[in-house]
Every structure is written in structure tokens, then in C-alpha cells.
């Protein structure tokens, strides 16, 4: 094989790579950071869990357009991730909101504040809590396939229901 085509086959992999690398960070783009863009705020709880400031009494038949994206990961400590979204315009204040499954299992978000667009990813594991990551402190996965997970208001109306795969 003569230099002329070693060099063209290079060429044309270094094309391929950068387009298969480049569809594929559009993709991760289009499908995955979307959903967190918006910059959430987390800020410190009471030693408690409770909320250091009184919270608004929310009517049952009040909507607001908070969603369960997903429950990723199913059985997979590591990987259980459940993905919580805000869709109304403003402000949504999440202290003391709960997350359920069918087995009794609870998470109460601490003190934090999600934005028109903004999400959470709560995680079954232990972990540092970020503005775009929360930790359950689990040591074994909660959720399993065909399980309902449910979310709550502090006034404990639901507010969202999300089915795992």
C-alpha cells in the first residue's frame, strides 16, 4: 500500500470519528442536558429536614405543572436516578415535598427552589448534594420494574405519578 492511500484511509476515519463524535454529543445535547439547563438553587436546611421558613398551604385542586421525568436504573443502586421537573412559569419551592414508592420508601427534599424549566435528579445512593443532584443515602436500589412512584406536596396531595419501566 502506497503513502497516498495510507494517508486517504487516515483521512477519512479522522471524518467518520468526528462525525460519529459529534452526532453523538448532539444527541447527549438534545436528550439529557436539556432537561437540566436551568440553574436550580439548594440551600441549607434546618439540622431538622424541615424547612427554616414556613411554607405556602397549596390547594389540592391548584395545578402545577411539576412532572416525574423518569426513574432511571431500576435495581441498580449506582444507577437508580428518579428525575423530578418544574414546568410552570416562576419560581417552585420543593421543601418538604416527598417522593413515594409502594413499599413505604420516602425522600423529603430539603430546602430548594426550582426555576420555570429546572429539574433534580434524586439518587438512591449516598452522595454530596449539588443545585442539580440529590442523595437518598441508600445502601440497597429502591425501585423496581412496574413499581409507581408518586410525589407530594408538603400538604401530602399528590402531585405527580410516574410508573417505572
Known amino acids: 500500500m502506497d503513502r497516498r492511500k495510507l494517508y486517504l484511509y487516515l483521512l ?21 442536558r436539556a432537561s437540566l439547563a436551568p440553574v436550580q438553587q439548594v440551600v441549607a436546611s434546618s439540622g431538622n429536614g424541615l424547612s427554616a421558613q414556613p411554607f405556602e398551604t ?3 385542586d391548584t395545578e402545577i ?28 419551592e420543593l421543601a418538604n415535598w416527598q417522593i ?3 413499599d413505604g420508601n420516602t ?11 429546572g429539574a433534580v435528579q434524586v439518587h438512591t445512593s449516598s452522595g454530596t448534594d449539588t443545585i442539580v443532584d440529590l442523595f437518598i443515602g441508600r445502601r440497597e436500589p ?12 408538603p400538604q401530602n396531595n399528590l402531585r405527580a405519578i410516574y410508573r417505572v419501566p
Open 65 to 92: 405543572p411539576v412532572e416525574i421525568v423518569s426513574v432511571v436504573g431500576a435495581g441498580t443502586l449506582g444507577a437508580e436516578v428518579v428525575l423530578v421537573r418544574y414546568l410552570g412559569e416562576g419560581e417552585l
Open 12 to 32: 477519512l476515519n479522522v471524518f467518520v470519528s468526528a462525525c460519529v463524535t459529534g452526532a453523538v454529543l448532539f444527541w447527549y445535547d438534545r436528550n439529557y
Open 100 to 102: 413515594k414508592d409502594e
Open 58 to 60: 397549596l390547594s389540592p
Open 142 to 153: 429502591i425501585w423496581e420494574s412496574g413499581e409507581v412512584s408518586k410525589l407530594f406536596d
Open 107 to 117: 425522600f423529603t427534599f430539603p430546602k430548594l427552589t426550582l426555576y420555570t424549566g
